[in-house]
């Protein structure tokens, strides 16, 4: 069966301090990734979104960047960290448009 | 540019009756509608999906319905049950694989 990982859980970072998030997925090929952001009390904000290996689709000019260097896995990083960048950040995977699956996300606080 | 919109910020429904969350959306080119359960501090679950050439999709006590012409669906979860209080989000997919959601429901289910 399929599942996807993501972490860490939890992370608190200052401000100005990097940022690597990352997220894999275990039995399937080729899925389409995807990172998500959810600001508090927000609705899921599409960041990036890859199809395939070096595919990266960004949705939002930011301060944060993607990188997928194999099939299965994809990165969310950030040079230097901003108060903003705060939120629950959430990864996920599909083969087929008519499902997607997400992993239990990261909460990121930047102090 | 929000292409995905759930204009209800909330819905309080009676444990037994019907919970009918509604979305709308702009893009003709969406071919494929996913709903998702959410609870807080956990990534969204994967509801049920219905593909744009298609009017309703059941799953047990879940069913999405689909207007085209009124670029509409709608999720009815019968019957409502405590346990199905959560936020609820509305997804479409389109050209390139690109998930995109609406900003959520809160439904609250009083026993």
């Known amino acids: 069966s399929q599942t996807i990982h993501q972490w860490p859980a939890t992370l608190v970072q200052p401000v100005g301090s990097p940022l690597s998030l990352e997220c894999t997925v275990e039995?399937?090929?080729?899925?389409?990734l995807y990172w998500y952001r959810q600001a508090a009390g927000r609705g899921l904000q599409l960041l990036f979104y890859?199809?395939?290996?070096?595919?990266i689709s960004s949705e939002v000019p930011q301060n944060l960047s993607a990188s997928r260097p194999q099939d299965r896995q994809f990165i969310l990083s950030s040079k230097k960290l901003l108060l903003s960048d705060s939120g629950f950040y959430l990864c996920?995977?599909?083969?087929?448009?008519?499902?997607?699956?997400f992993g239990q996300g990261t909460r990121l606080t930047v102090v | 540019d929000q292409q995905v919109k759930q204009n209800s910020p909330s819905l309080s429904v009676q444990e037994g009756r019907i919970s009918i969350l509604n979305c709308d959306y702009t893009?003709?080119?969406?071919?494929?509608f996913l709903w998702y359960k959410k609870y807080p501090a956990e990534g969204p679950t994967f509801l049920i999906s219905?593909?744009?050439?298609?009017d309703k999709n059941e799953d047990g006590r879940f069913t999405v319905f689909l207007n085209k012409s009124a670029k509409h669906l709608s999720l009815h979860i019968v019957p409502s049950q405590p346990g199905d209080s959560a936020v609820y989000f509305c997804?479409?997919?389109?050209?390139?694989?690109?998930?995109?959601f609406g900003a959520g429901t809160i439904l609250r289910v009083k026993s």
């Open positions: 996920a995977w599909s083969v087929h448009k008519a499902e997607a699956f």
């Open positions: 893009n003709s080119m969406f071919d494929y």
């Open positions: 219905i593909s744009s050439i298609k």
């Open positions: 997804a479409a997919s389109g050209i390139g694989n690109k998930l995109v």
């Open positions: 890859s199809v395939g290996i070096g595919q």
């Open positions: 039995g399937t090929s080729n899925p389409n």
